[in-house]
């Protein structure tokens, strides 16, 4: 037995990723590594620090044993305090001791990967002691590791893999969580629709209807007279979804057609990363 076929496009991303993130940073000078990124409070060496981590769990190694520093203002709640553990234990790191231990890691999963025989409903340990399932996990993965790449490449001036298979996997897992967003957080009317029309290395024109209970499913069917219209670059659209801009900051590169009060509630609500 090999890997299911289902988890095939997951792996497949992942790898895509993670080869993309080591070829940016092998080359790196001490000083690069402390370069700001895109994702907030963390540097370059932050964000590897980070993908090492979650490999090294996806892995089942032991979570390290590290008291965080009481000086992280950013560090808010426990799935921050969670996530930064894999973090600050790695701040001091140097550049050669960061590569080793990417390369390490990614020698190790990839070795992992290709004797995975598992069931994608097999459950598997998620953050904080969450179960889900193995596509679950894998699919999240898959999408954390392609964002943190292109917050590096955002750090390093290297821009690319807008249309990766890690780009088609983060695809899939914002399209997920619209309705949550226009129908839960944003509000929208009942018996409403809303379109986003998205444009770019990867593209969809996507609608979110409102049922009269208030409910918000995903169609692929255009709207006529939707309550509301965004119309946005696909770059534009992933650094809102996960937090990586302000709407102010990129408002020369949106379009908001109807309900201009709905299409801000939306655009306000649009981060679903953690």
Not at 29 to 42: G, L
Not at 58 to 84: A, K
Not at 121 to 134: M, N, Q
Not at 206 to 235: C, F, N, S, V, Y
Request: hydrophobic share 40%; charged share 25%.
């Amino acid at each position: 037995m090999s890997l299911h076929p289902t988890l095939q496009p997951y792996a497949d991303a992942w790898t895509h990723s993670i080869e993309a993130i080591s070829e940016l940073v092998q080359p790196l000078a001490e000083a690069d590594w402390n370069r700001r990124t895109p994702c907030p409070a963390w540097s370059v060496r932050d964000v590897v620090s980070h993908v090492i981590g979650m490999d090294c769990e996806m892995l089942g190694d032991p979570r390290p044993i590290h008291t965080l520093p009481r000086d992280l203002f950013h560090v808010t709640n426990d799935h921050q305090r969670y996530t930064e553990m894999q973090v600050d234990v790695r701040r001091h790191h140097t550049a050669p001791e960061m590569t080793s231990e990417l390369e390490y890691t990614i020698i190790r999963r990839n070795r992992q990967l290709r004797n995975e025989t598992r069931d994608p409903g097999t459950k598997v340990r998620g953050p904080l002691g969450t179960e889900l399932t193995l596509a679950e996990s894998m699919r999240n993965h898959a999408f954390a590791v392609w964002v943190h790449e292109q917050d590096l490449r955002t750090a390093l001036g290297r821009p690319g893999d807008l249309d990766s298979p890690g780009a088609l996997v983060a695809r899939d897992v914002l399209l997920d969580a619209l309705p949550v967003v226009v129908a839960e957080r944003a509000q929208a009317p009942r018996s409403s629709a809303v379109v986003f029309d998205v444009h770019g290395p990867v593209e969809f024109l996507r609608t979110i209807r409102i049922d009269i209970q208030g409910r918000g499913t995903l169609e692929t069917a255009p709207a006529l007279g939707p309550a509301a219209a965004l119309t946005l670059d696909w770059e534009t659209f992933v650094r809102l979804a996960c937090g990586r801009v302000t709407v102010e900051a990129v408002s020369d590169r949106l379009k908001q057609e109807g309900d201009q009060n709905l299409a801000s509630a939306i655009l306000r609500n649009l981060t679903v990363t953690q």
